[in-house]
């Protein structure tokens, strides 16, 4: 008599959307994750820091071969700009190096400046990124205190738009290219208005056709049974169709 073998369960394979919460790295959220799929090969589409919350999209089994067709998408963010207070990491958790007043200005002056950087812009990656300089994470540099000289990058800003000025803050929503760092882009709009400034929050709204609506909170999904969180995966075929649908749009 031969024994019936058991079934082998596929492991889950598509896109999960993720709302990154506040003070995590995306690669904390993927290894926890991992955890709760009891899966290793979990990726993302696009790093988030710390300081930022919102859409991380996670490519789960399978999905890690199709990253290549996402990883490019355009970017949309909420943030906030911080006038007066410059530090050494463009952002509100970093050292402050000055601050200044900067109570004179108008939310005109404000609007005016911020479309000065709609189109390509130049920008210098930051010492807290990820990128390699020299086969060097510069954000492994910056712990150990060392700045090096980086080349400028083209990025491409399509939409910035003014929400709204309660001085010193400023709320604006940007629409932007793959790469685009939104701690360099305020810290730039803090010089060019002569005040200075960082981000002091920042929340992704959008990674290509992923939104945040339809993100699920993190501590949610850890309490979900694997099962319920593979329903929530988005398959590889369909985002692709909805990809080039957009594109044709």
């Not at 970093?94 to 200005?105: A, D, E, N, R």
């Not at 709609?118 to 020299?134: H, L, N």
Request: glycine fraction near 10%; charged fraction near 25%; proline fraction near 4%.
């Amino acid at each position: 008599m031969t024994l019936d073998r058991e079934k082998r369960v596929s492991p889950p394979s598509g896109f999960l959307i993720v709302d990154k919460p506040l003070g995590i790295t995306s690669h904390g959220v993927v290894q926890r994750m991992r955890r709760v799929l009891r899966l290793r090969r979990i990726g993302h589409l696009g790093t988030l820091d710390p300081v930022g919350t919102g859409v991380l999209v996670l490519a789960v089994g399978g999905a890690t071969k199709a990253v290549k067709h996402f990883i490019n998408d355009d970017k949309v963010y909420l943030t906030t700009l911080l006038l007066g207070v410059v530090t050494d990491t463009q952002d509100i958790d970093g050292k402050v190096l000055s601050q200044t007043g900067c109570f004179y200005l108008s939310a005109d002056d404000v609007e005016k400046t911020l479309k000065e950087f709609q189109g390509e812009v130049q920008q210098i990656p930051p010492m807290v990124s990820a990128k390699k300089v020299g086969g060097k994470r510069l954000y492994k540099l910056h712990r150990k205190g060392v700045v090096i000289p980086r080349e400028p990058k083209t990025v491409f800003i399509k939409r910035i738009e003014l929400l709204h000025v309660s001085l010193p803050e400023v709320t604006f929503l940007v629409e932007c290219s793959k790469g685009t760092y939104i701690r360099t882009l305020c810290s730039d709009i803090g010089d060019r208005l002569g005040t200075g400034g960082c981000m002091c929050r920042l929340c992704r709204l959008r990674s290509g056709f992923f939104f945040l609506r339809d993100a699920r909170a993190l501590k949610l999904l850890e309490w979900m049974p694997r099962e319920r969180i593979a329903s929530l995966l988005v398959p590889v075929g369909a985002a692709l169709e909805k990809k080039m649908r957009s594109r044709s749009d």
